[in-house]
Structures are given as structure tokens and as C-alpha cells.
């Protein structure tokens, strides 16, 4: 899933609305932001199949430190603990540890039965990855529904603002729905590459949300 992630971390925004949306991408997306890591250091597997899925080419073979339940958890931690290091409260961090821990719940519905409880535990998998309409349907609901609640009673304060929301919103679209169509990567190693660029998704959500204002705390 991806940008079906993206549209919980708009709805733990709207719940904690303290921090920068920034950290609810940070939070959403982190399985994904430390697994490039790791495949690129060896220790995560996976590889690119064609046809894998009917949505995506991808086997993840191995990728318990990144993508098991546990460790969500662990990553959560980390997290969260960072957040209170920048002064965020205790509440909000809690949030952006359920949203990090979100990630493995929607991953789960997504993969192929290849998301682990730990490292070394059976994997399991709901496999909505094997139905295109099904994906396109599932995720670009909830994306849609993000998009509406993020700008509901919210408007810009400088050009800046909508400029760096919507080419954000419109490049993760245009990624999400073009992945069945497009050439798979070549191997893994250049796709580990490719997604370590995902992390500039954190500070671009952060530069669009500085310049959006109107929700009140709650
Ligand atoms: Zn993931």
C-alpha cells in the first residue's frame, strides 16, 4: 500500500493536530523509509518478479526488522520518543506510535502472506495486491478521503502552501496508479535506491503543512 498510508497520516493529523504533518508522514511511512536501508545493507531480501502480484512485482523474501509487527512497534517507539525530544506531547506521540504501527495492519490487508509477527514467525497476508480494481478502489477511496479531510476548514497562507501539497498529492498518484503499467525495477538493489528517495516525502509534507492553517486544536 501507498497511498493508502498517506491518507491515515492526514487522519492522525486531524487527531493531532500539534505536530507538522510531517511527522504523521514520518510515522505512516516508516516501515518504508528503514527497509531501503536494509536491503541496500544486505539484510533485507527481496526480489522483483513480474506478476508477483497482479498490482505489484515485488516477493519480499525477507524483511522481518523492517516489516514485522514487533518491530513496527520497536520503530513506533522510536519515533515517538523522538517527537517528545522536539518538545511534542505525550498524546500526539502515542498517535504517531498507533500510526506507525498502522503501517503493518494495511501492509497485511495489501501483501502477498509475507508480513511476519517477528523475525522468524509465520507470515501472513490478505493479498488485496492481487486485485488491481480492488486496490485502485480500497486505496484511492481512503486517499481521496485524506485529501477532502486535510483541506476541510483549512486554507493556505502562502502560494507556497498549495503548491507543495498538490505536487506532492499529484506526483504520489501518478507513482501509485502507473506501478501495474510501468517496467519493474531492474533488480533489487537499484529499487532499494529508488525508495530511499521516498524519504524526501517527510520534509515536502512538512513545507506544505507550514503553510496551511485554520484547524483548531482540539
Ligand atoms: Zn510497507
Redesign the pocket.
Known sequence: ?FVG?LALAVAGKRAAPEASLGWHIAAVTA??LV?PVFVLMGVEHVRVVPGATAFNPLVFDHYPW??SLVMAAGWGILLAGLARAFGISQRTALILWALVVS?WVL?FITHAPDMPFWPGSTRVGLGLWNSIPGTLLIEGAMWIAGIVLYLRGRRSTRWIGPVALWSLIMISTVMWVAGPWSPPPPDARSLGWFALIGWVIVPWAALADRYYTGQQSS
Open positions: 500500500m498510508h516501515l518504508d527497509w523492517s516489516h503501517h501492509d
